[in-house]
């Protein structure tokens, strides 16, 4: 069954840290892999993507993932955490042949300490 | 570009009446679009995909005949909760699909409803 685990519930971090949220995926054929951030009482907003090509993908504000497909992951991180980062951030998975549905993972979400 | 507007924010309504939301795509064409729900603290799980021109296609679980979506042209899906209960009380958001399949999707930014 496709399916999206994020670990982590919950993480607090201290300003100027690094980040790194888990996602792992479970998912039959080459898997369309994402990262979106959802502030309180909003929509969600693209962090990057992966379908294919270099591993290591480069997204917005700072962030960045990594595919790994011998641990079936796509962690995200960020070198050093901003105060405006703390909101909760899903991982969610498609494919090519899934006519566009996205299976999220249950979120984490992130605090940040002054 | 690739905007969704979603409307409204939020609403209360009663017990037995009926809602609509309404998802439009800005500036681009949305063939596809898909409806969610969150519940708080809670992920998105997905409630139906639009499709412009045809019936909506529903994941299992969802009540077809309580959550009537309509995508009537390329730029407009619209939810309408059917006599609404205090369980549909939720955070209800739609996505569309933009460029190619799979090359992204764009997300309203959500309707917050409340029966009361």
């Known amino acids: 069954a496709q399916s999206v685990t994020q670990p982590d519930i919950h993480i607090t971090v201290s300003e100027g840290a690094s980040l790194e949220l888990r996602c792992n995926y479970s998912y039959g054929a080459t898997p369309y892999l994402f990262w979106y951030v959802q502030s309180p009482g909003q929509g969600l907003q693209l962090l990057l993507k992966?379908?294919?090509?270099?591993?290591l993908v480069q997204g917005i504000k700072g962030f960045e993932a990594e595919f790994k497909r011998s641990q079936s992951s796509f962690n995200l991180r960020k070198p050093s955490v901003h105060w405006s980062d703390a909101a909760e951030y899903f991982c969610a998975v498609g494919g090519s042949g899934n006519t566009g549905k996205l299976i999220f993972g249950q979120g984490t979400t992130l605090q940040v300490k002054p | 570009g690739a905007v969704v507007s979603q409307h409204p924010s939020w609403v209360i309504c009663k017990s037995g009446t009926s809602v609509k939301i309404e998802c439009r795509s800005l500036d681009f064409q949305a063939t596809t679009m898909f409806w969610y729900r969150q519940f708080p603290k809670q992920s998105l799980m997905l409630m139906a995909t639009s499709n412009e021109g045809s019936k909506a296609t529903y994941e299992q679980g969802v009540e077809k005949d309580k959550f009537l979506i309509n995508h009537a042209s390329l730029t407009l899906s619209t939810l309408t909760v059917t006599s609404a209960h205090p369980e549909d009380s939720s955070f209800y958001i739609c996505?569309?699909?933009?460029?190619?399949?799979?090359?992204?999707?764009?997300f309203g930014s959500g309707t917050r409803l409340t029966v009361v």
């Open positions: 992966y379908f294919s090509g270099d591993t």
């Open positions: 996505s569309a699909e933009y460029g190619q399949a799979n090359y992204g999707y764009t």
